[in-house]
């Protein structure tokens, strides 16, 4: 076998003395030994629970203020409404309040959420077509079948940006105001912008190239997703250069969520003028909510999230805890192990024959 | 032409017409045309240029494994279904499909190769009434064509005429059947007469009609019809294709079958295709995961139906069902969907690695130094290679004896002549010295005659003999006189000697060396050369030997008329027949025959007679009158030989040494030592296996006792055996105890597996091919199994071919043991092919073992390397493998499953695709590729240090089903780990600029680098040596897929291909969170733990052999390996005598048929081959013509 070799004589055929060949490349072979392990295991739990409990410490600076508004307050007229699809024309708004007690300090962010809506099905995430919402113009007028059964219309024109994904976006609008100690209702200043992915805003959804036309020229002959109020073009009325693919609230919505329950972020506290400087002062507040979203029908809630966050992210205390208890279940399996070797294989003991 | 049409005729399933009866005319190409037989054209290649594709993926696609993935891959086209693209089966599949289809493309084309070599040897044929030169494939049936010496035989052949007298021909057919020794075949006389007149056989129009082509090699009937005559054909006019023509100078012959018609062509029928116990193994695990797979699925499809009518049917809002599909039919859709996504379960590239694997351990084996021999420049060789961790597990070996145990190389070493003994040597102080290779020889040269390559180192015996001594050169005399050898002397001086059994050469060649020389033989006169003096002794009567007498005689005269009666036999049968003045001397030789036997040398007594004139005369008379008489003639022989053979005169004793080949004993007792079970199957005479029995240590002193079950009917064998066992365990049930279990696919395969018993002590058994026939019947077998079982060594002899097979056989189905036979001759064929394992002992004469064999080696003691090195090695890596290959695979897929039930079990998986089209591809191949070629937990010293090291893979310790469930268990927790960890993370997380990281493709990036930094580090942990290229491939598996995803996830390949690598910049986003690698570190700390903890307390707790040995390894260097001790023992045991000798070649030597016309090229083949199995199975005989002609060619070289 292998490649005949131009030896000849009376050990032609005999095989290389390499160490390769031969099975004898130099080589590590750990072995668990008591002296590696136990000092590890101990190592482990006591890096776990220092770990956990700076995580821990970490999170709890956090303040977050979660508000279900599903049919909160006056918000329960607007849920009985939305209870029936031939009204989701009508408009409707209503009102949410609440009061932070403790002021919310540096960056704030505002957050919708979502209960028990699934993003993560695998026909409702196959449908969209990222060839078209990254400008290609021939996928514009003719998206991929992969956005079944939101293509086209009725009359046949097509949809842009098609797809269950974002015909289903959520479009349920928030302000916030501050009811200062004095009683004077001050809007609660938002950034709308800068809520995405900067690849998701600069490479992965791109409007059309418009030329010299407007966007509104661009988009003739495609027509906006079925539950849309507004054409894609004329999503952010205050802001041309947030509309088409590239409006953030479309981008936040298109990366769809793992798991049925999520919150997406909606904007951030703009810091720059009193009372905000410092973040959220305490106090009253409301919301003034345009109401669209159904959520009746799958038996879904919405909520309003405010949060501030450290480098570890939002307040989510379930990796603390879980550094927590699995360095204890480290030191219990180190104790254990311990036992072990103390009794059965202390000076090679158990290895005797 | 003709080949292409029968080939497209094996494709449309047409065979031709079955032949019934062959009809040649020779010299008639158009009469034999008519008949369409195949020409002398062989094809053993399976593809062309253009059916290589069709039939070849044809070939492919009938892997089950194969099939299945083109299954899914069909499934993957239905939208509907298709949970995953195209690509993730596609391209894993093309890429098996290459490898694989170049893989047989390079065997075919070796194919081809070998075949147009074949094809374009050139061999003269007579065409038209000219010798032309013509290749092979065009010599067609009917053609006369012309064979020179040393040439390979064209095609089947009718022998019509021959350069030698009688119209003999000899050839070699070691090709064929493995026998070594030259066989003669005698052409019709008169076809003879033709001789060499090119015009006499260019008008020879004889007509055969025969058999139809067959594969029996033994047989053959047909007629020629010369000019209305008829003539019977046998097997001895017919040559066969694969022999070689020797020692004749020319023959004609005319071609009967050709090609693929031919003998050896029928006879290289598909071996059995041998699958390993893993392979068996495997197919059942694949089939319970297919189980595992739907029921998985099925379960998950009803969720699905059950989500769908919950919850499914009001998100319609958002995401409307398709037409017509309702609850039922998303489920339906739905377990389809899930068997795509899960479909990693059986993983394609199980088979491909499995193969791969076995491949490298195979080089590793042909790589070995080790096991190469360089005396003659012989490698060991991996033939088969996939069965390499079957080598791991062996249980029994079966052996043959002669080539494999022995040299098959007879020396003489000692003898006692007249009470005193020569052979030994002794230092000053009086010991014995060890003789080894260095020892100084005696110098023979003042022999002209004397045989270089004898070797002798006593010099007291030369002196005595040239001093004149009468007794010690009467003991000469005999050794030259009585025996059944041909000499041949090609050149003066320059003496062959061709014996019957290499007992009888080692001695006649003692005598030539020590001044008697055999010159040569006429059936009346026998001439040899005393001291000089050539004396031709006249042969009145040879006495020849027979099981019954057990010695053989001669009775010659002297020039000066003295009559003498030459005797040499077994000790206990001359004894009896001796003078009484021999008294005194009897209890000196005895004394030396049993230090003889003690040493492990085969013995004879010589004593001799003077004999009477006119005694002499009246005795012939008798003689005479007796050997013609019609009735009862062989009585009155063996009453006549009796009647001489008495009031011998001891001469004294020889010993001959059956040269063990090198390491041997020490070999039998590691393999002992690794519980393996070593059976002797031979087809010797019971005393020479015994002897060898006791000489290789196998049959021991210190043995409780060594049973002899030799009887001739069933009822007395059966009370053998019994008796037999009761003597080693007393309280022994009557009945077996047969555990009687299923398996196999689906439980179709019935077993009974017969009990180990526990025996106190060590005993042996012998058996002899008689008994073993009837043992092997149906009702005795199981008794034979358990007594055999319970014995340290069993031994049997006489046994034919089958035999050999049928005892592997048998405890093959009742012990579910692995099996390996060993051997290196034809006989050995049937046993190396019936066991698991089949080892051919290379490098000796003869391949038909070696062909046949899926191991070969060209000495026995490599079977311990082969066994407690590579074997265990594979067998670990191989389970090493599995195991992990499916903790990756069902941890991987697991994790789908515990996702469904947060996506409404829509079938999404939790990865990229590109990921699950990589993951068993890319990232985790390379490393269990190198962990299962390099991987040792102790090399290959400590090993042979611990041969109790091999005891756990023969119990199937490492990978079983019991290893398999935990191997689930084990990624059930690992995937639970490695998803509900990253969800409770990334769950209602941000990053810490509070954009989104509970994403989806956040998660799936995150949830599949969790998973292949879990199983490196799982993967790290059961790597036992880390060499460079397991760290390589370890460290670089993990940097290309860093590599990889960053560079799929990437800007540019987006925008070039924007649907197909969706995940733009996940990488980037999620996984520079610390969030997401505190995830890792815990997922990962989750998995592992657990694994070393439970590993160093079973360390602690229950040590196995291999812990133990590593802890040693850790602590102290190796010790020196033990010397090597002579193996040398205290017997009283005798072997009797111990010639593998047969009877009737004194008959032969004297017979009329073998008058020399021409004495210098006298030559004599010794086995006119009676038929019938017994005759196979005749010992190798002394054959120094294949020697020369390797001298002669090495010279030329």
Redesign the interface.
Known sequence: MGKAKDRTGPLARRPDNSAFKQQRLPAWSPMLTANTVLPFFYLLALMCLLLGVWLLLTVQSTQELKLDYTDLGSCSECYELRKNVSYAEQGCRCKVEFYIDQTFKGDVFFYYGLRNFHQNLRRYMDSRDDAQTVGRESQLKNPSTYCEPFIKDKDGVPIAPCGAVANSMFNDSFSFNYQTSSGHIMPVPLLRKGLTWYTDKNIKFRNPKTGNQTLAQVFEGTRQPLYWQKPVYDLDPSDPTNNGFINEDLIVWMREAAFPNFKKLYGILNRAGDPFTHGLPKGNYSIQISYNFPVQPFQGRKLVVLTTLTWFGGQNLFLPIAYLVTSSLILLMAVVLTVAWWKFGKDGKNMKE | MGSVQSYFNNLRGKEKKQEEERHVRANDRAFNLSYNYANNAIRTSKYNIFTFLPLNLFEQFRRLANAYFLFLLLLQLIPQIS?LSWFTTAVPLVMVLAMTAVKDANDDINRHKSDRQVNNRMVSVLIDGELKNEKWMNVQVGDIIKLESNQFVTADLLLLSSSEPLNLVYVETAELDGETNLKVKQALTLTGEMEDSIETLSNFKGEVRCEPPNNRLDKFKGTLTVNGQNYGLDNDKILLRGCTLRNTEWCFGLVIFGGPDTKLMQNSGKTKFKRTNIDHLMNVLVLWIFGFLFTMCFILAIGNAIWEVK?GS??T????R?QGVNAALSSFLSFW?YVIVLNAVVPISLYVSVEIIRLGN???I?????M?Y?KN???A?ARTTTLNEELGQIKYIFSDKTGTLTQNIMTFNKCSINGKNYGDLYDFSGHRVEITEKTQKVDFSWNKLADPKFAFHDYSLLETVREGNPEAQAFFRLLALCHTVMPEEKKEGELNYQAQSPDEGALVTAARNFGFVFRSRTPETITIMEMGEKVTYELLAVLDFNNVRKRMSVIVRHPNGKMTLYCKGADTIIYERLDRSCKKLMKVTTDHLNEYAGDGLRTLVLAHKHLEENYMEEWTQRHHEASTALEGREERLDQLYEEIEKDLILLGATAVEDKLQDGVPQTIEQLANADIKLWVLTGDKQETAENIGYSCNMLREDMKEVFIVAAHTAEEVKQELQYARRMMCPESAEQPSVKKCRAGLFWLQKMETVQDEKVEGDYGLIINGHSLAYALEKDLELELLRTACMCQTVICCRVTPLQKAQVVELVKKYKQAITLAIGDGANDVSMIKAAHIGVGISGQEGMQAVLSSDFSFAQFRYLQRLLLVHGR?SYIRMCKFLQYFFYKNFTFTFMHFWYAF???F???TVYDEWFITLYNLVYTSLPILSLSL?D?DV??RWSFQYPQLYCPGQLNMYFSKKAFVWCMLHSCYSSLVLFF?P??????????????????????SLAQTCLLVVVSAQLCLDT???????HFFVWGSLAAYFAITFTMYS?GM??IF??IF?F??TA??SLN???AW??MF?TS??CV??V??L???L???R?TIN??V??????DTLPAPPPRRPVRRVSTRRSGYAFSHSQGYGALVTSERFLFKRPIKSRLAFSVQPDGPLARNLPQVFRPIAEELHESQSSKS
Do not use: H
């Open positions: 949970s919850e009001v998100f809002v958002f995401l409307p398709d969907s195979s080089y590793f042909n790589w070995d130094r080790k190469y360089p420049d012989t490698p060789q090695w947060f996506c409404g829509s079938a999404q390099f040792q090399n290959d960890i969800w409770g993370a990334i769950q209602d997380t941000v990053r810490d600029d509070g954009r989104d990281i509970a994403d989806y493709q956040s998660f799936a036992y040596y880390w060499t460079t290229v397991n800007n987006f925008l924007t649907s969706p733009i910049g980037r986003n969170q610390p969030n505190l995830t815990l700390l989750l733990l657990p070393v903890a590993r160093f307390i360390m602690q707790i040590p812990d133990r590593r802890y040693k390894m850790q602590k």
